[in-house]
């Protein structure tokens, strides 16, 4: 009876614990798929940052600013004799 037990008892611990490294190995490929995805997304979000920092770089730019004011806002410049000073009082 012990003998039959012990061997019932090793044969399922052994199969327990295949199972155990198998949900391991599971655990282990579904988190690295998941990392994947996460370093895919950040590329994704930096290309787009980056993207959005050029875009903000270009629209900074003062030329382009001067152009845009003289012709779509019909602004003209301002002369030096068209300033005048106010007193101090």
Do not use: C, G, W
Not at 19 to 35: E, G, P, R, T, Y
Not at 49 to 73: G, H, I, P, R
Not at 76 to 86: E, G
Request: charged share 25%; aromatic share 10%; no cysteine.
């Amino acid at each position: 009876m012990k003998k039959t037990f012990f061997i019932a008892l090793f044969i399922s611990t052994h199969i327990s614990f295949l199972f155990l490294h198998i949900h391991k190995q599971m655990q282990f490929i579904k988190q690295s798929f998941a990392k994947q995805a996460n370093e895919q997304l950040l590329a994704k979000i930096k290309h787009e940052k980056q993207a959005k920092q050029n875009e903000l770089y270009a629209l900074q730019n003062k030329k382009d600013v001067k152009t845009y004011a003289e012709n779509q806002l019909a602004l003209k410049p301002v002369s030096m004799t068209q300033l005048r000073r106010l007193p101090h009082e």
